[in-house]
């Protein structure tokens, strides 16, 4: 699969103009059984944005990021932590719904490196229109795409970290675009903090510890901003 970068048109200049382009993105097979692309969506003057890992089965249906129970969970640790939801961005590592079929029902499997690496032109596209001060990164796969393989959100999650530099990770960032994207690459304005899913929130033994803790990381990237 050729990755997205082939379809992101170089004089797309906004969020809107992005997520047209998307909707025909071919970059890897995940568009194939899936019924959509799921693009950010949110306040394009966000200071904040966050990244998921890919949409569940209501985004793919509903067309937006973040609209089942993960996002309903979400919107209010961001309003718990002091952060309005009414200005951030929300979108996800991989733009579409990646899932495997059990009779009628549709079972949600993680995407792959390859699906990572293959969609990752568009959140770096995203990045570089919209130029958030910090980019919350929720679990592993968003971690995967912007932190490298071997970042651990359970060893590090909470701490705002340094934009990556591409040159840290060679192998992984190598095909991020140089264009517009290699000016994300060295924002030396934006952090990234990584901290718990939504998902893997509903999903702990014990919810109420588990939603604090997101609370708490999220309350860092809320003292963050300037
Ligand atoms: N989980 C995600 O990672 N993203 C969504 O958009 C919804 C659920
Ligand atoms: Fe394109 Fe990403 Fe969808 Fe793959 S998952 S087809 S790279 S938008």
Request: aromatic share 0%; hydrophobic share 25%.
């Given at each position: 699969a050729p990755g997205a970068q082939e379809f992101i048109p170089p004089t797309a200049d906004t969020i809107d103009e992005l997520r047209a382009a998307a909707a025909g993105c071919r970059g890897c097979e995940l568009h194939r059984d899936a019924s959509q692309t799921v693009f950010g969506r949110g306040d394009e003057r966000a200071r904040v944005i966050f990244v998921g890992e890919q949409p569940g089965d209501v985004e793919d249906q509903q067309g937006l990021p973040f609209v089942g129970p993960a996002g309903r969970l979400l919107r209010k640790a961001v309003d718990d932590a002091g952060?309005?939801?009414?200005h951030i961005y929300l979108t996800n590592a991989v733009k579409h719904f990646r899932f495997e079929r059990r009779g009628t029902r549709r079972i949600h499997q993680t995407p792959d490196r390859v699906h990572i690496t293959a969609c990752r032109p568009w959140l770096v596209a995203e990045f570089a229109r919209l130029r958030p001060e910090v980019v919350v990164v929720l679990g592993a796969t968003a971690a995967k795409a912007l932190l490298g393989p071997t970042f651990r959100v359970t060893r590090q999650r909470g701490e705002l970290l340094p934009w990556p530099a591409a040159a840290q990770h060679p192998e992984d960032f190598a095909r991020v675009p140089v264009d517009r994207a290699g000016a994300v690459a060295d924002a030396p304005d934006t952090r990234l903090l990584a901290t718990i899913h939504p998902s893997a929130v509903l999903r702990a033994d014990n919810q109420d510890v588990a939603y604090e803790g997101l609370v708490a990381d999220l309350k860092v990237a809320a003292g963050a901003l300037r």
């Open positions: 952060l309005d939801p009414r």
